[in-house]
């Protein structure tokens, strides 16, 4: 059997561009009403499930604060809360001064070398300790006293560990004068200061004991004499006249 195509190729290709068209139009189409819907359902969601959803938040809001407000002392309340929450925080970082009455217990002279203690402070921030005190003793017991702060550690015990620091660094002497005390009688007053280290009041070492060294060497002699009274043998000047 033979077949004879009598439509011209013009024609045919006529029937497929508009057989294409019909394609990219359906699915322009299509696509234009998936578009639609998603749109009204971006909107359905917008302005009705949002604004369902914001009523009912605004009625959970307004009920909350009905029941705040009728809360009695309710800014009393809120104030002591915040502190709870902090006290803990608070809690770990204060510092343990009392140690410094176990520093005084251990410095402070006997006698004869009296020294009385008149005031006090403690600067955390400088890690310093300033005592002002007087000694009817004079300058030998200051001297001893210095000396006797300047030779101290700081046995310290944190987490089972046990360490050895110096107790004073920077040590002055300062506002040193004669005067009298509440009875008249004579004394010498003045103003020791020196760094403490971390360890002395970190609420992190578990034990503190202070203990006195002085290089071994307590006798009242060694610690009344000045050091500043001794030095270095000067050595020879090469060269020099004989």
């Known amino acids: 059997m033979i077949e004879i ?4 190729d013009v024609k045919q290709e006529l029937i497929r561009a508009e057989r294409v068209r019909s394609i990219v139009i359906s699915t322009s189409i299509a696509a234009g009403l998936i578009a639609v819907g ?12 949002q604004s369902v959803r914001g009523n009912l938040s605004d009625d959970a809001i307004k009920k909350t604060s009905q029941e705040l407000a009728g809360v009695e002392d309710l800014s009393k309340v809120l104030t002591i809360q915040n502190q709870l929450s902090v006290i803990s925080s608070l809690n770990d970082q204060k510092k343990i001064n009392s140690r ?5 217990l251990a410095v402070v002279p006997p006698a004869p070398n009296t ?3 008149s005031n006090m402070l403690v600067d955390s ?3 310093t300790i300033t005592i002002e005190g007087q000694s009817p003793v004079g300058y030998s017991a200051l001297e001893v006293f210095k000396k006797t702060i300047d030779g101290a550690v700081v046995m310290v ?5 046990r360490s050895e620091v110096k107790l004073a660094e920077d040590i002055s002497t300062t506002n040193v004068s004669y005067g009298e005390d509440s009875t008249g009688a004579k004394v010498l007053r003045f103003t020791i200061a020196f760094t403490y280290p ?5 609420p992190k070492v578990s034990s503190v004991v202070v203990k006195l060294t002085n290089q071994g060497n307590v006798t009242d002699s060694f610690l ?3 050091r500043s009274i001794f030095t270095q043998r000067a050595t020879d000047i090469e060269g020099g006249s004989e």
Not at 100 to 104: G, I
Request: glycine share 8%; proline share 5%; charged share 20%.
């Open 5 to 8: 195509n009598l439509i011209p």
């Open 38 to 49: 998603v749109v009204v359902a971006l909107s359905l969601y917008v302005f009705g499930v």
């Open 198 to 202: 971390d360890e002395l009041f970190s």
């Open 115 to 117: 020294v009385q203690v």
């Open 157 to 161: 015990e944190s987490d089972g560990e």
């Open 224 to 226: 009344g004499i000045p």
């Open 125 to 127: 921030a400088e890690n």
């Open 100 to 104: 410094v009455f176990d520093v005084l």
